[in-house]
């Protein structure tokens, strides 16, 4: 049974056993991204309620909010990664697709667009704060179709590529971009094949990027399906975060997708594994959904035993909320399970506690 504030929670922020050591990578590379010399990158990893569904992804889901709130803080936030997860992409208005595009399903989950359509693109539509040095980050399949990599129009840049069990990162070097916004442009090129497109970035050398790697309908299940080569999972390790913040609950519990409990919570010790070793981890306990629809309870009751065994701290939005009714009441909710944008503010807000610790 979760006690109230377990593992020495902080009322304030629902942070529940933070201490030192928690994010101290996280906290040193946004050093750096402030003193100008080094970068950073946040990934929120999580379902349609990270993704904004019901909202406008682009300006109103709650990485971009965080993002924002990070930003007006005097943070550094001067880069955008966004997964390319076809049960949403199209309502999302940073994206844009030429020629004709499809799902790539290796697994249960769908993390790739895919065409096979020669000249046809999908463009990410990212503001720039700040002038200065940029890097456009790309990641495919590795028996992926070629790809060509551009800027604003201009000519494609050389692409410098290296692989992760079955994914392949393009990085490519831009020219010193002024502050707005500025558009990279993936398109299909080489003889034959598909081009299966996960995630696009325009990352500042020395800033802090934030990855909106939420994916609507999934559970841990999802992410961890389709074999390490192509599961949701590697493609966030194969992004390099510095810190991770899961947020899956929602789906597991709801019983239309259920998860049993127990498979729940060895779906996300996998999860927090398969991260812990390169960067700091965060697990997020969900706000409260309808009760005549879905039950929370043995899934936060999970949440905070994965995170007693990894020795992670747990963002309880559960607690901070109450319950569905109080949420309701306040006008925070869309429908039984999703915010609206006072309720994806919120939930920003929150999740700024842990990223500006």
Not at 47 to 68: E, H, K, N, R, Y
Not at 317 to 339: E, I, T, Y
């Amino acid at each position: 049974m979760v006690t109230a504030n377990p593992g020495g929670c902080d009322d304030g922020r629902q942070l529940s056993g933070m201490t030192a050591a928690s994010i101290r990578r996280w906290r040193w590379k946004r050093a750096a991204a402030v003193a100008g010399t080094g970068s950073a990158r946040y990934a929120k990893i999580g379902d349609s309620i990270s993704a904004g569904q019901g909202l406008q992804p682009a300006t109103q889901s709650p990485p971009v909010v965080m993002g924002g709130m990070l930003a007006a803080r005097g943070f550094p936030v001067r880069g955008a990664s966004v997964i390319l997860n076809p049960r949403t992409m199209t309502a999302d208005s940073r994206l844009t697709f030429t020629g004709s595009w499809s799902e790539f399903a290796p697994g249960a989950l769908t993390t790739f667009a895919s065409s096979a359509t020669g000249g046809g693109s999908v463009s990410l539509t990212a503001f720039v704060a700040e002038s200065g040095d940029y890097l456009a980050r790309v990641i495919t399949t590795q028996d992926s179709r070629e790809c060509t990599i551009a800027i604003d129009g201009d000519e494609p840049a050389p692409v410098r590529v290296s692989g992760a069990a079955g994914l392949a990162t393009h990085l490519v070097a831009l020219p010193k971009l002024t502050a707005g916004r500025h558009t990279v442009t993936v398109t299909v090129a080489g003889d034959a094949g598909e081009l299966r497109v996960g995630s696009i970035g325009i990352e500042a050398v020395d800033g802090i990027t934030i990855g909106d790697f939420g994916i609507s309908m999934s559970t841990t299940a999802d992410w961890v399906a389709g074999g390490a080569a192509y599961s949701a999972l590697n493609h966030v390790v194969a992004w390099s975060p510095d810190l991770a913040l899961i947020a899956l609950m929602t789906n597991d519990a709801n019983e239309q997708t259920a998860v049993a409990p127990d498979r729940y919570a060895a779906n996300l010790d996998t999860m927090v594994s398969a991260l812990e070793t390169t960067c700091d981890v965060v697990l997020e306990a969900q706000i409260p959904g309808d009760p005549a629809w879905v039950d929370l309870s043995p899934y936060r009751e999970a949440v905070y035993d994965v995170a007693k065994a990894h020795s992670v701290p747990v963002l309880d939005l559960f607690d901070r909320w109450g319950s569905f009714a109080a949420a309701a009441d306040a006008g925070l909710m869309n429908d039984a399970f999703h915010p609206n944008a006072a309720g994806a503010a919120d939930i920003a807000a929150a999740e700024l506690g842990v990223v500006s610790a």
